[in-house]
């Protein structure tokens, strides 16, 4: 079955850097688009980022253009969310998803969640 595990969660200074990285089983991970999102104390969900299969074309909320990357190694089955200038308001549970499709960024089609990782940001 799919299987998502994020790890590399942790707390960090504000201004520091975590990659977050997310090992996929289960599915034929170079035929499939990938994301994060993350989910802040009280709020809601939010998508973060997007990958294609095959890492072709990336796409981030605006929150975080500039400051995160989406690099994807399908020959270890794994895609990363490297976080760099981190802020507070970066602090949140992040999760890894699949796409159904190989060319997509909409997490609204998402259909396989990992459990998260834990990122807080704080001195």
């Known amino acids: 079955q799919v299987q998502l595990v994020e790890s590399g969660g942790g707390l960090a200074q504000p201004g520091g850097s975590l990659r977050l990285s997310c090992a996929a089983s289960g599915f034929t991970f170079s035929s499939y688009a990938m994301g994060w999102a993350r989910q802040a104390p009280g709020k809601g969900l939010e998508w973060v980022s997007g990958i294609y299969s095959d890492g072709s074309d990336t796409d981030y909320a605006d929150s975080v253009k500039g400051r995160f990357t989406i690099p994807r190694d399908n020959a270890k089955n794994t895609v990363y969310l490297q976080m760099n200038s981190l802020k507070p308001e970066d602090t949140a549970l992040y999760y890894c998803?699949?796409?159904?499709?190989?060319?997509?960024?909409?997490?609204?089609?998402?259909?396989?969640w990992g459990q998260g990782t834990q990122v807080t940001v704080s001195s």
């Open positions: 998803a699949k796409s159904p499709y190989p060319y997509s960024t909409d997490y609204d089609e998402y259909d396989y």
